[in-house]
């Protein structure tokens, strides 16, 4: 991956923290398809009561997505950003979905992502309660609580610690690295590269 797209991907972030918008002209409203549900998955639109989710469903933007204990869902963004699997007790918003930004906000729980090519013309960035991270191709999970894998890919992450300024940091694999807000970007270790395979094998139904 090119630096200069690294550069713009940090450049995006790091205005989405300091509350800049940005608008989009002539973008469509995207969904994201559910593929697949193990267990209890639910979502919610404006405060409204929560609704049960089953394979099949289509989910538009402002919708809150949750799952149970013991639980999964598949959530298929389309061939740019590819599959997001929700792990159990994981609440993921989905706040802007159209052709050029897929914008969601991971407020609790972790969740496994594949199939991301995103090209030069379209952001994809999930805020954590921490930072934002901004994915640009390949296998991660994301954890709420700011800590990162990447087994292929690039990524970058803007990281803001309790009473701190951002620090960005960039991700690139292979080999596969972590991120964790006491070490910083550190090489993955085998047994958590499984971990995050096994998260992301199987289809579910």
Known sequence: MKTTSHSKSLFLISLCLFGVTITKLNAQVGRADVQGVTGEASYTMAGAAAIPLRTGASLRP?????????????LFFGPEIGTVRLTQN???????????????????GSVVGWGAKVPPSTEYQVKLPNGIVGIVEGKYRLDS????????????????APGSVPIPYTLKAPPAVYFSPVEGVKPAP?????????QSKGKLR
């Open 62 to 74: 402002g919708a809150r997505v949750s799952t149970g204990r013991n639980s999964a869902m598949d």
């Open 190 to 198: 085998a047994p958590l590269q499984r971990e995050v395979e096994l």
């Open 90 to 108: 994981t609440v993921l918003s989905l706040d802007k979905l159209d052709g050029r930004q897929t914008l969601l906000t991971l407020m609790e």
């Open 145 to 160: 609580r700011g800590y990162l894998v990447l087994l292929n890919g690039a990524m970058a992450f803007a990281y803001v």
